[in-house]
């Protein structure tokens, strides 16, 4: 452990899209203030960034690679049979995998961006949630195909098909918990810093796509308000939530403001520093020297 007093220290990274990409901002914090982490969660859109910071990547290389993989591309293929199925269901047979756009191109950009990378291979613990689309129970993905467990786990309702793994049909991570806290404290983590975020409302409904983007912002919010509340008051954890705020309006697909993404998350985690390192027993700079 890294950690000081060896106090396993956990980061937790919700459903936040673009968003996400605060996590860098927090972890150039913690390298900079000698602070390592023990495990890594991630849901949704922040299953990538999990993923990416437990492979050891750098800032810089995935900061790169974001720009290069989550573009407006990745939802510009519409799926004609899918819609084919809304308006025929009977004479084309719709069904369970249901979804508006074509997953070839987020498939070729997540293996462009992981490959072969599996869990076994991380250098930190990995884990990452998805939602059982048959009884709506959280999924805990913890061995086998990195990209599988991530594309399960970005199945955004409407947008993309659910994603089969095993004998499972899974969807969005945030359909049963935008900020996973739970599966860092089933790990045993002693203090869990919780990066969430507040989805944004829609400004125009004029698509089917933002109706759905507008309820799933609805729901993921006061999700993400009663799991706080719920961790607060169970208190089985040192939780830490650190919830950015963006004076920017930041859209699903603006990977062109990642530098300012990174310094709120920067800003957001220094908040957060002194208390942190009371927890973790004391300075954490002048323990990475000592």
Known sequence: MGSLNDKK???VIGAGSVKCAAALGLQNVFK??????????GCSAGSM????????YDVDRVTDMTKRLWTRDLTSQRDRMALLRVAFPRLF???ATFGMRKDAPVMRRLREAFGDLTFEGMKIPLHITATDFANGEQVILSSG???DAIRASISIPYIFSPYKIGDRLLIDGFMS????VNVAMREGADVIIAMGFESPNQTKINSVGRFSFQLSSIMTNNLLKSRFAFHNITHHSEVIPIVPRFDQRVRLFDTDKIPYIIEVGERAAEEQLPYLR???GGDATEAAGA
Do not use: M
């Open 93 to 95: 047979g719709f069904d």
């Open 145 to 147: 195909s990195v990209v």
């Open 9 to 11: 220290v956990a980061l």
């Open 32 to 41: 900079r203030e000698g602070i390592e982490i023990d495990l890594v969660v």
């Open 177 to 180: 918990d935008p900020l996973p």
């Open 49 to 56: 960034y999990a993923a990416l910071i437990a492979a050891g």
């Open 278 to 280: 009371r927890l973790l």
